[in-house]
């Protein structure tokens, strides 16, 4: 730029005299070819060299954009603590085995987790009858036959990411609790009537 090549020129120049007046004073012949001259005519003050940039880290480091990673990982890369999740929830129900057994530990867990998240609008026994269903859209009885026929892998993915209307809760549960959950939905199954 032409700005800043005169700006540039101009320091070059300050250095060169200073260094001569500075070689004049000691009385050494150095004249402006020591340091501060070969720095002068790197910095800009000869054209006819190659332009050096001093310390460019800052430079040429790669700009960052705000909420941007600043290395980008390798493409298909996976964060060692990812939990990896199906795509569609028919993957999900084909694939997923709950890792849990349900024993009566697993159950008081499910039954808590299902008491905090799905109550206000499943209800108690999962009939779709919660305390919030006169204003929110009433759920389905997630205890009737069409869904006593899903498989575990089907409910995990639901509580994940959610059903249309209904929230996920994948961002508030663990996955273990998500599983304790199915099994305790398949114990309100087990009981309906
Ligand atoms: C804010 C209310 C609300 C909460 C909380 C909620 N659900 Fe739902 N759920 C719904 C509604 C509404 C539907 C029907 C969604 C639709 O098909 O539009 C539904 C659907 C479902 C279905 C059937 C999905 C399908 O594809 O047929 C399952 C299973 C389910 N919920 C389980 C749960 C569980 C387990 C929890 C607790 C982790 C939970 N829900 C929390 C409102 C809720």
């Not at 999740?85 to 997923?96: D, F, G, Q």
Request: overall charge neutral; glycine content about 8%.
């Amino acid at each position: 730029m032409k700005i800043r090549s005169s700006v540039t020129g101009m320091l070059a120049a300050l250095t060169v005299v200073g260094a001569t007046v500075s070689c004049m004073k000691s009385g050494s012949p150095v004249g402006h070819t020591g340091f501060a001259g070969a720095m002068a005519k790197l910095l800009g003050g000869d054209s006819s060299l190659p332009k050096v940039q001093y310390v460019p880290d800052m430079a040429d480091a790669p700009t960052m954009k705000p909420q941007e990673n600043y290395i980008e990982p390798p493409e298909d890369a996976v964060s060692m603590s990812a939990v990896l999740y199906p795509k569609t929830v028919e993957e999900a129900e084909a694939n997923l085995k709950n890792p849990l057994q349900s024993d009566p530990q697993v159950l008081a867990l499910g039954e808590k987790m299902y008491n905090t998240y799905c109550i206000p609008c499943h209800g108690a026994a999962a009939k779709g009858d919660g305390s919030i269903t006169d204003l929110y859209p009433r759920p389905p009885d997630i205890t009737a036959d069409i869904y006593k026929k899903r498989a575990d892998g089907f409910f995990f993915y639901r509580i994940t990411f959610g059903a249309n209307i209904m929230p996920g809760y994948g961002h508030a549960t663990a996955p273990h609790e998500r599983w304790a959950i199915v099994h305790y939905v398949r114990k309100l199954q087990g009981e309906s009537k």
